[in-house]
């Protein structure tokens, strides 16, 4: 029997833990090609395929926090804020996704668009139904 790794449903439960963490009210599956008035978002995105172990999946999810500048300046206060609300509520679980408490943080990066964004990857474990 094939067991079902829906990716959507990965997202929307990454989505979902983001926004109960209270890290940011504005979270997308990709990267919006504009935020007009908001001052941060997040973009949640499958970072790995998902490998399938018989008695369980893995794949690793990775966190795109996003805070507008502060003239030309990287905010480094709101992406510390934000980083607190997300791994403060970690290790998290929602429905068949675990998802472990020790994440990897990539250097902080400048868009181009007047943001700064800190990359954030969890990995996940998920529960065979």
């Known amino acids: 029997m094939m067991t079902n790794y829906d990716i959507s449903d ?19 599956p990709n990267r919006p090609k504009s935020v007009t008035k908001s001052q941060d978002f997040v973009v949640v995105r ?3 395929s998902v490998e399938d172990l018989a008695a369980y999946g893995t794949c690793r999810v990775r966190i795109f926090l996003f805070a507008r500048d502060v003239e030309n300046i990287k905010n480094s206060t709101k992406l510390g804020m934000m980083y607190d609300a997300l791994v ?3 290790p998290a679980q929602s429905g068949r996704y675990m998802i472990d408490v020790n994440p990897t943080i990539s250097p902080d990066v400048a868009d181009d668009y007047g943001f700064h964004a800190r990359i954030i990857t969890f990995k996940v474990t998920i529960k065979v139904q």
């Open 10 to 28: 990965i997202e929307s439960a990454f989505m979902s833990i983001v926004k109960t963490a209270g890290v940011s009210s504005n979270v997308y």
């Open 46 to 48: 499958l970072g790995t």
């Open 88 to 90: 403060g509520n970690m």
